[in-house]
């Protein structure tokens, strides 16, 4: 049986208050009026994200599991629920800019009310409920964890529509590094490959179901597409040749008028990009970011080469050990430049999700677990892609090799970006 | 010469102060949050209200007027523009709720600049000045008491919007009136009427251009249509016999699936109603109100009348001296109930506003002014129904006997409602 | 009451089959294919055109007053009832290009049918029938005629939506005037006029409720705006200055990317149009029409003037006896320039329909005949605005002084143009 | 390199003339009327079909190689295009309903034209021009297969929303099979297969680039879905249960109110059919068909089981023998219930596509051919499921076990089915 969690880990009191600390560092920098708006339907008000994953940990280990446990207020189980058909009516998901009230401060009580109440429960537990409790724990965090990639995707979404472009945070006194780093392509040898997680860490359900895949020959690019590298690309017209492109993804630029990533802005010819800092010269160095599918995969083929698909990137993934890691821990939140003299895979992990051509579908032997919980991945199994390797804005302990991400193929507001292969 | 106000009024220190601190006091119960949101185009955030009603006083007032006016921040002309082509580019009309910053705080701070800067210009003043600036001084005024009455509507529907429908206020401790009071026509006698504004108050540009107008005998309801009548025309099955309908009014409830009046809710037979006081049972004998003019139009063909025109209701106002209105001072920010026993025409003035069977056209002669103030009104003079007599939500010294609202037949809510004719 | 016509009128058998020769005479150069298409809804397929008005006589005359008639076929009035809801369910207007069958050829058979058991029952008819067939009669004849009209504008936008532009006819082998006609104003003179149909005629409901109306002085163009003035308009950045535009004007020609009249095509500084003679060069002094209100009245706005408004019109019509119009019966199809030397009004009958700045609103005392003959005219009485004087698609039998056509203020597909006023 | 077919066929002139005459005979039971217009954009006039496949080999064939060849018509190349961007511009996909000239009979002028030109072509062949012709005219030859499949599935959509249902064909007088076969399931077992095209017959570049594919055992059922089993999930409320479908499936059917596939119609609690032979009773052992990708899965889901990857698909087909088909041939165009007393995989071919859960993704190794045959495919790699095995409107010879189709998973105008595996 698939289950969301492999083994039953332990969560301590610690870590818990750690990463529900965390997402209140990532809202701190916003006013309360920037909690509440919804600017596409991707983006969730902040205090949203705030109030559902504290909802989750209510609904799904309080609730059940701590005694006497009485609900904060009774209609939030309707007002932040997300997507879960199994607990009831919720409010649509087009319409979280509806909840003016409760006001912010009212969710910062949430938290703490069930901040308490889990903190209450760890410290009254015997290994009979400790074995119940661990991995719905664990999911929950994992999924706080999910939310604050998300929360830090939304929140530069929301700013960059407001016309006075407010920077989230300072940029760093330092700058990052702004060197070339020639490209070059390692191999990863064709074979037989064992694909998903194993081993006794947490891991989510669309990832286990360890199988054997056989793979051809495939040479791997040492780091990310570059901003420079990318603009080339705009400037080789690549957003008018229809040769580059996936017939839906030239229909999409075509319609919006797309012509540059999400965030690059052209003012007399010179490039700028919307960063967390604010308004910015482009760094040429830096990993293109923000593209869609489509962008990413027309730029692979007017470079004559393609992007991995997921199999692939495990495989180069388990071959070449990863250097460290730009992820959200390092509150730039933007990617950084490769380092240059690095050997190996550059920026594997951090900086930019990669897309991969591999649609996000069952593993074999995938089933979905029973009851809500059954809902977190499977019914997402169709139309959208896979990507691999966490992102600037990804906690570290989030991330692993067999990790899968999905987005449809035309959302930009993550931070997505390109490895090249052939 | 057509101009916004045909004499030049004097505006005191106080009258200023007064206003402004109303608009104030209407948006004092709101969240932060709340002021933020646009939920439908219509409705446009209570924090951009408060800031473009300030922006109208600098940009016609201050800036022209007052020597080394120092603007409070240059992006905020572009921000809080409405709908003004001559004064420049502008944040679209669907787009305000992108304005999560400048937050609410920074809105009150402009609103003490201007109003310190107007303190200051009016100190100062010799009568050249004095003619020059108390036209723009009063139409600013006469334009913040137009979005007092669009706050209260728009913060009602952002409220309404929301899952835990809160309440803008506690209900009066000593309920309305809720008598019936019979159904009575008085006539108002056919022949030549001069219609429009003279005299030396403030008038609109819309309003001017008296003119003579031929009537007919008409015969005028006593008071407004009720609750209690409105439900009759849906248990009758109002909404279902095309009838009474017109063709695009039809399309419209079917294609929206309406049943009956915004704000109307009901369940297990139980008719209720959200209002400024929550949700609260329907009261039989308050006037309906939240109606577009295709409803209003129906209810009038089932009972076998019609609307009045806007000429037919000015002639009526000539004739019938209005019993004292409710208006926004009042605070019950809800119709009222008529009153037993009174004579003439009852609930002109206040309430609601009256839905007339006439397109918003020019009047003869009608010219509009040159420059940004001819755009006030006259460009919307195309496929929107007149309404006459103020409602609940209007100022008092704001309303008068010439004076033409307007809006689209499908719009709902609005404060308006029904008097028959025939 | 009301009643769709005055007065009991006497209908030839030849009249009869003269009106109705005409509607087949319209659609002969028609291939099959092109009477089944419905580029937009505005435009209804041919054979859906033929077939309806044949309904119609089916519906209203054979079925009620032709004893022992058998339905041409059980289907035919669901598929060819236009709008009325008291005859019960119909094909929806939107999908009439659904109707690929029955094929043209039955739809012959159908027309045959109906006309012969016209003619039988006119053959037997004593005078209490016929007091009662013959307004019915009539009616139909009215209601054919229209639907000529009809006919001829969808006919012209199906062949314009063809890339291969079809002319629909040969062009005349003798040229239309073609010399400029300076514009003067002529005087209205202001008083008491009698507006609406009386006398023994056809009239529709619409126009009927004959009541006097007061009016100001006003001076008419003694002929209607031609293109070469529209043109000036167009070349002095008409359609880029807001300043000229109703608001909800200007929205839709940026929306749309509208630059010119509907059929005006400009390539590498030469204007041309397309006729029913297919593409042509810019007449310059053919009268402008396929305009939108809009457009009519931003052209106004931009030379000074005004449109008229209705009761405008018809008192100028009263006063003026007008020139031989130029109607569907000429067989041009199209607007012709203004005579050389001719004195009064110009064109006031035929060319183009002329917008007027009135709402098309119930007349006093205007009410719905029962049945569905009411549903004629009357539930279409909100935000149209009213059209006066026939066009060169018009029959001339079917027009007269107190015709009030009616459009919404967008649709550009009649054969609507500009007289000005001031 | 990879090209669209693998090897230099020799089509003779009786295979071409077979071919071209088969898509007039399908044609032959329409009027003109049905040939023009397009309900949805997916589904193409007739009339289209018949002259883009005919512009096809005038395009890629006459004009390039028949010396001294003159395009029937200057225009057609702009008209009948389909989406070779390579070629030039066209119509527009959605405007193919504005073709209603050339008129049907012109399209018939057009195919002889062409044909008897093909036929010179042939009859002067010497070797040299063959090596270069012969792939092309085999790929229009496909080519015309596919638009076979498309005119019959078009068709039966355009005569669907015909209120008349008209039938294209008379039933059969004598019925198909109508016994119940039991369902069974017979094992793949796991291993490494090669997946793709090779061998000297044609294939499309989409099924080339054979490669090893590791599988796992799979159980695969013996037939196909019937139309009583699915009955029976819709009598348990399928399409209310969430839990059975993929999230975007749940949205889409509650969105279009879907509750039964296309073409079924309940009254009275009765069901029907609309087939080739109009409306039928439901036949419970014919297989269920015109299902998109969502109804086929949550069928599955229900059902315990999963659909089949397309490599499990065309490993079971190397396996199993197929049994003889029903194919456009047979002129039913309706799947025919499964043969009692077969053995192995029945109906692997024919009847209905069989949706796999496979995205529509390139094989390794695939590269898009250079101009405008490179269009072909490898543009619509995204967002698109594979379907296996041909229908009841496949042409016998244009289908093979490495075949495949695609279609976006909402699509239900095919005639798509349900094999299920475990």
Not at 79 to 96: C, E, H, I, P
Not at 236 to 254: M, N, Q, S, V
Not at 257 to 280: I, N, V
Not at 311 to 319: D, G, H
């Given at each position: 049986?698939?289950?969301?969690?492999?083994?039953?880990?332990?969560?301590?009191?610690?870590?818990?208050?750690?990463?529900?600390?965390?997402?209140?560092?990532?809202?701190?920098?916003?006013?309360?009026?920037?909690?509440?708006?919804?600017?596409?339907?991707?983006?969730?008000?902040?205090?949203?994200?705030?109030?559902?994953?504290?909802?989750?940990?209510?609904?799904?280990?309080?609730?059940?599991?701590?005694?006497?446990?009485?609900?904060?207020?009774?209609?939030?189980?309707?007002?932040?629920?997300?997507?879960?058909?199994?607990?009831?009516?919720?409010?649509?998901?087009?319409?979280?800019?509806?909840?003016?009230?409760?006001?912010?401060?009212?969710?910062?009580?949430?938290?703490?009310?069930?901040?308490?109440?889990?903190?209450?429960?760890?410290?009254?537990?015997?290994?009979?409920?400790?074995?119940?409790?661990?991995?719905?724990?664990?999911?929950?965090?994992?999924?706080?964890?999910?939310?604050?990639?998300?929360?830090?995707?939304?929140?530069?979404?929301?700013?960059?529509?407001?016309?006075?472009?407010?920077?989230?945070?300072?940029?760093?006194?330092?700058?990052?590094?702004?060197?070339?780093?020639?490209?070059?392509?390692?191999?990863?040898?064709?074979?037989?490959y064992s694909i998903g997680h194993q081993g006794s860490g947490?891991?989510?359900?669309?990832?286990?179901?360890?199988?054997?895949?056989?793979?051809?020959?495939?040479?791997?690019?040492?780091?990310?597409?570059?901003?420079?590298?990318?603009?080339?690309?705009?400037?080789?017209?690549?957003?008018?040749?229809?040769?580059?492109?996936?017939?839906?993804?030239?229909?999409?630029?075509?319609?919006?008028?797309?012509?540059?990533?999400?965030?690059?802005?052209?003012?007399?010819?010179?490039?700028?990009?919307?960063?967390?800092?604010?308004?910015?010269?482009?760094?040429?160095?830096?990993?293109?970011?923000?593209?869609?599918?489509?962008?990413?995969?027309?730029?692979?083929?007017?470079?004559?080469?393609?992007?991995?698909?997921?199999?692939?990137?495990?495989?180069?993934?388990?071959?070449?050990?990863?250097?460290?890691?730009?992820?959200?821990?390092?509150?730039?939140?933007?990617?950084?430049?490769?380092?240059?003299?690095?050997?190996?895979?550059?920026?594997?992990?951090?900086?930019?999700?990669?897309?991969?051509?591999?649609?996000?579908?069952?593993?074999?032997?995938?089933?979905?677990?029973?009851?809500?919980?059954?809902?977190?991945?499977?019914?997402?199994?169709?139309?959208?892609?896979?990507?691999?390797?966490?992102?600037?804005?990804?906690?570290?302990?989030?991330?692993?090799?067999?990790?899968?991400?999905?987005?449809?193929?035309?959302?930009?507001?993550?931070?997505?970006?390109?490895?090249?292969?052939?």
């Amino acid at each position: 049986m698939s289950t969301i969690t492999a083994t039953a880990p332990t969560v301590s009191l610690q870590r818990f208050q750690e990463i529900r600390a965390r997402t209140e560092k990532i809202c701190a920098p916003l006013e309360a009026e920037d909690t509440v708006v919804q600017p596409i339907i991707d983006v969730s008000p902040p205090k949203w994200h705030m109030a559902h994953t504290t909802w989750f940990f209510e609904t799904f280990v309080l609730q059940p599991h701590l005694p006497g446990y009485k609900l904060f207020h009774a209609n939030y189980g309707f007002l932040f629920n997300s997507y879960y058909n199994t607990v009831g009516n919720r409010v649509q998901r087009d319409a979280r800019s509806t909840l003016t009230r409760p006001p912010l401060r009212d969710i910062y009580a949430y938290r703490q009310h069930v901040d308490e109440h889990i903190s209450q429960l760890l410290q009254q537990l015997d290994d009979d409920k400790a074995a119940a409790i661990m991995p719905l724990l664990e999911l929950g965090l994992q999924h706080e964890q999910q939310h604050q990639e998300l929360l830090i995707t939304d929140i530069k979404y929301i700013l960059s529509t407001n016309p006075l472009v407010p920077a989230y945070q300072a940029a760093p006194t330092k700058a990052p590094h702004t060197t070339a780093v020639a490209a070059e392509f390692l191999e990863v040898p064709g074979g037989i490959y064992s694909i998903g997680h194993q081993g006794s860490g947490f891991s989510f359900d669309n990832e286990q179901g360890v199988h054997e895949v056989l793979l051809q020959d495939v040479q791997v690019m040492n780091r990310l597409v570059t901003n420079g590298e990318y603009l080339a690309f705009i400037q080789d017209g690549g957003y008018t040749d229809f040769r580059h492109w996936l017939d839906e993804g030239l229909a999409l630029i075509k319609a919006a008028g797309l012509k540059a990533p999400l965030y690059w802005l052209e003012q007399d010819g010179e490039w700028q990009r919307f960063s967390m800092h604010g308004l910015e010269p482009l760094d040429p160095h830096q990993p293109v970011c923000h593209l869609s599918f489509y962008e990413a995969n027309a730029y692979a083929t007017w470079a004559g080469k393609r992007l991995l698909t997921e199999f692939e990137w495990e495989a180069a993934s388990q071959l070449y050990a990863p250097s460290k890691g730009n992820f959200m821990e390092s509150e730039l939140l933007e990617p950084a430049a490769a380092t240059p003299g690095a050997s190996g895979l550059q920026q594997l992990y951090g900086d930019v999700w990669e897309w991969t051509y591999s649609a996000y579908h069952p593993y074999p032997g995938f089933s979905k677990a029973p009851g809500a919980l059954g809902e977190y991945n499977g019914k997402f199994m169709l139309n959208q892609m896979v990507l691999r390797g966490g992102s600037c804005a990804t906690p570290q302990s989030h991330i692993r090799t067999t990790y899968r991400n999905f987005f449809h193929p035309d959302k930009r507001w993550q931070y997505n970006g390109i490895r090249l292969a052939y």
